[in-house]
């Protein structure tokens, strides 16, 4: 049987994984300004951008795709095979920028089947004001908008002190891919801004996050179908919908997650804390082997939550109940205020009832009295202090 992920050391569980760091190379560097990008912010430099990667790529040693400081716009980048170097480092010292417009697809900066490419410093920004006015607008034709960084079946993939801001859409977002590891990173967005994730992950095993500061206007990190060994480290959070494994179960077959721990996070004013989310429709998915550990709430509408009746406006599954089976999901050493009564809440499937749920050493406060507890078709047991008090069967 393989040990949970929460068992191991990070020194080792990285080792395990094999996630290696891919330093600033000392061989060939490409600027993209000596391929004739404009740091004016309005010439677009993608096709620079561009052929900065393809020499890079096929460089028969360690190379560096180098962006000064300045400004540089690009409508769209797609960095893909062929590429046969698998040692590339991008290093930005300034700011790679997004049309304000919506007219550059699902993605903005796509890397597609790589391996071995770091993405070191600098920022980009998505531009997503106008966006997020015509969807709150309530326009029905308002597009979905392009995630700004999106890392896609490619492994062995690092991103390290890069900030990213305004996405229209997610901020960074992983999906079919191995071994990515993403640190140092600082994701900004206004609370009111729609449907900007800071990181969402689904698809993809062997991920680290850590050490990084998220504030948007939904998820902070989001993890969807097929996301197994992902380990969460040091992530502050706020504003925003909190740390949230799904929504899952919106089709039937659908791929479960599993071995996920989120270790050491602070929440400020978030909407939610720990959330597990699922559509109350049928379905094959599952989430198990988690841990919640060492985490403090400030102020928080919902610090720790399984909801498994999402249905938004009701639609496509009134009167039906999740299919996903919760279990194993640990809540260890959380501690912090709610900015609501009922500070823990377990609204599970009647279908498939959470199981093998633990809370250890819980302490939530709520200013405006006694805080509660709220449990529905939810088992589990308790250890040490919990406060509120459980309301799990056994």
């Not at 989120?262 to 049928?282: D, E, H």
């Not at 299919?323 to 599970?348: E, H, L, M, P, W």
Request: aromatic residues 6%; charged residues 10%.
């Amino acid at each position: 049987m393989a040990l949970p992920v929460s068992s191991l050391p990070l020194s080792l569980f990285l080792f395990l994984v094999h996630v290696h760091y891919f330093s600033a190379s000392a061989g060939p560097v490409y600027n993209i300004q000596s391929f004739g990008a404009t740091d004016d912010g309005e010439t677009d430099s993608s096709n620079a951008l561009l052929h900065a990667w393809s020499a890079a790529c096929a460089a028969s040693a360690p190379a560096t795709l180098y962006v000064p400081s300045g400004t540089f716009l690009v409508e769209k980048a797609n960095f893909s095979r062929p590429c046969t170097n698998t040692n590339i480092t991008i290093q930005i010292n300034g700011t790679l920028l997004a049309p304000s417009n919506y007219t550059h697809g699902e993605a903005w900066l796509l890397f597609y089947q790589v391996h071995g490419v770091s993405i070191l410093g600098g920022t980009i920004d998505g531009q997503g004001a106008s966006l997020w006015s015509c969807k709150r607008s309530n326009v029905s034709d308002c597009p979905v908008g392009a995630r700004s960084l999106v890392i896609s079946n490619s492994h062995e993939i690092v991103i390290s002190g890069l900030t990213s801001v305004n996405s229209k859409l997610f901020h960074i977002a992983i999906g079919g891919s191995q071994n990515v590891r993403v640190q140092r990173v600082n994701i900004s967005a206004p609370g009111k801004s729609p449907n900007t994730d800071g990181i969402h992950v689904e698809g993809s095993s062997n991920v680290t996050i850590l050490e990084s500061d998220i504030g948007t206007g939904d998820d902070c990190i989001s993890i969807g179908p097929g996301a197994s060994n992902l380990y969460i480290e040091k992530v502050t959070c706020g504003p925003g919908h909190g740390i949230s494994i799904g929504s899952l179960g919106w089709v039937k077959l659908e791929p479960g997650v599993s071995n996920v721990t989120v270790n050491r996070t602070v929440f400020t004013g978030t909407t939610n804390g720990l959330r597990i989310k699922t559509w109350a429709r049928p379905s094959d998915g599952f989430v198990k082997g988690v841990v919640f550990e060492s985490a403090t709430m400030q102020d928080v509408h919902n610090p720790i939550l399984i909801t498994q009746n999402y249905c938004p406006h009701n639609l496509n599954c009134p009167g039906e109940t999740s299919g996903i089976q919760v279990s194993d999901v640990a809540y260890r050493d959380i501690q912090g205020s709610s900015a609501t009564k009922v500070a823990v809440k377990f609204d599970c499937s009647p279908t498939v009832p959470c199981k093998g749920i633990e809370l250890l050493n819980i302490n939530i406060t709520y200013e405006g009295g006694q805080a509660q507890t709220s449990c529905q078709n939810a088992a589990g047991n308790t250890t040490g202090f919990v406060i509120p008090p459980s309301c799990l069967s056994n």
